[in-house]
């Protein structure tokens, strides 16, 4: 399953992030992930806690949250 329109925020050493990875993984969803330690990126807001999860601009929800959110929607 592709996630159009999504983007996943995480960070170097972040357990939650590598918890959402593991669940996209485990759950066949396809979104692109970018490591803000590692990249550059844009966005109109601050990004405030990881991993957070963004769609087409908007911050959707951070950490568990995400997971919460992806299970009840078809992405």
């Known amino acids: 399953m592709e996630g159009k329109g999504y983007r996943l925020y995480v960070g170097d050493n972040c357990c939650s992030c590598n918890n959402?990875?593991?669940f996209l993984n485990?759950?066949?969803?396809t979104?692109?992930?970018?490591?803000?330690?590692?990249?550059e990126y844009d966005l109109p807001f601050?990004?405030?806690i990881i991993p957070a999860l963004v769609k087409n601009e908007k911050l959707i929800?951070?950490?568990p949250d995400i997971m919460k959110?992806?299970?009840n929607r078809p992405v």
């Open 20 to 22: 959402i990875e593991q």
């Open 31 to 39: 979104i692109p992930i970018i490591n803000i330690d590692k990249e």
């Open 61 to 63: 929800g951070y950490g």
């Open 46 to 48: 601050s990004l405030m």
């Open 26 to 29: 485990k759950n066949n969803i």
């Open 69 to 71: 959110y992806l299970e």
